[in-house]
């Protein structure tokens, strides 16, 4: 899709992700490459004594499956895409180990800032499966390059 027919989307949900399972392991290996070894993530029989009652991902662990989830939706034809940031971002509910989550995502914003550079603002919403809260809700923001 070109640039042109995405901005047509604009205030238009664009799509929902596969289902992702977010499961020890891979709570293990964030916690290995982050460094972040807190109990309420690496530790199930320590965590099972928290008002969580078992381990809980990363917030941010969380956060970075943003790119994961957001990969299976259509993208405009560009030649380079980066992230930019967010404008805002919240964790609202905790990924227990063994759920799965899934992206929604809405296009909020996509304007030509200079020739051939475009902003791209997106909300991102993940769901945790079963639950009623999400884990997230943020503002993300690409920038592409045509």
């Known amino acids: 899709m070109t ?3 995405l901005q047509a989307k604009v205030g238009e949900n664009i799509g929902t992700s596969d289902w992702f399972l977010i499961d020890q392991d891979r709570i293990d290996r964030f916690a290995e490459t982050t460094d972040d070894h807190q109990f309420i993530h690496v530790d199930p029989e320590a965590a099972k004594a928290t008002q969580f009652g078992q381990t809980i991902a990363h917030g941010f ?3 970075s499956m943003l790119a994961p989830l957001i990969s299976a939706l259509d993208k405009p034809e560009v030649r380079m895409s980066v992230n930019y940031g967010f404008n805002k971002m919240r964790f609202l509910a905790p990924v227990k180990s063994g759920k799965r989550i899934r992206g929604h995502f809405k ?3 996509l304007a030509e800032k200079r020739p051939g550079q475009w902003q791209q603002t997106v909300e991102a919403t993940v769901e945790i499966e079963g639950e009623d809260k ?3 809700m943020a503002e993300w923001i690409f920038q592409h390059f045509a």
Do not use: C, G, R
Request: proline residues 8%; without cysteine; negative net charge.
């Open 107 to 109: 296009l909020l914003e």
């Open 3 to 5: 640039l042109e027919e």
């Open 61 to 63: 662990l969380t956060l």
């Open 134 to 136: 999400p884990a997230l």
